[in-house]
């Protein structure tokens, strides 16, 4: 039983807790059962990176949800904080934020995610949980105050997790533009002596821990189109 002031870590289920947000109260994960999610946490409404971010997260909300994906921000703010800070980007701004922000006024649910670090004691840090349909955190990311997150890479990552389930492969580094193999998918290493004598004859690669093979192009052409600067 995961302990309650222990964070959950990859490959762990998402803990459940009920959330107050800026769409109504939620019951996570089970909100978002059969679909992928990411919880992310920003430091503050009305903060200078803060607003930058969450202008990108409504530009590419839709881009999220093609990989069937939902959004839910979160800060120590108050729900009302948060409406009165959506409302302002998009009556200024002209984008509507589409996505709830969970109201942890009490920082409950940032304490239990580990969102409250030692560079604040008092806003959370920029933490993203990406959670499978299964309810399964799949990847944890932590930015400090300062710096914003980029989106592509968030993008990137959702697909090559989907990619990883769907074909049972590993994607190299900056994929799907890696410097070795392209858009090309790794081969999990062989586990026995045997195969590994035969490994460079089935696929392409450098040595035989180190093979690749393609991706259907519907695939690499969609993780493309969303790694692209939409700038």
Known sequence: MMEENK?????EKFPEIQVETTQGV?????????RWFMLFSHPGDFTPVCTTEFYSFAKRYE??????TD???LSIDSTISHIEWVNWIEDTLKMKVPFPIIGDGLGRTATRMGMLQPQSST??????????????????MYYPLEIGRSVDELLRAIKALQMNDK???A???????????GENALNPPPKTVTDSKTRLSQFKGYAWWLTYKELPDSDVKEAKKF?????
């Open 7 to 11: 964070f959950p870590l990859i490959g």
């Open 26 to 34: 939620m019951k996570l994960p089970d909100q978002y059962k059969g």
């Open 167 to 169: 074909y049972k492969v």
């Open 227 to 231: 790694v692209k600067n939409k700038e």
């Open 71 to 73: 959004l839910i921000g």
């Open 171 to 181: 994607l190299p580094a900056n994929w799907p533009n890696n410097e070795l193999i």
């Open 123 to 140: 806003s959370t840090v920029r933490a993203v949980f990406i959670v499978d349909p299964n309810s399964v955190v799949r990847l944890i």
């Open 63 to 68: 881009d999220f949800q093609k990989l069937n």
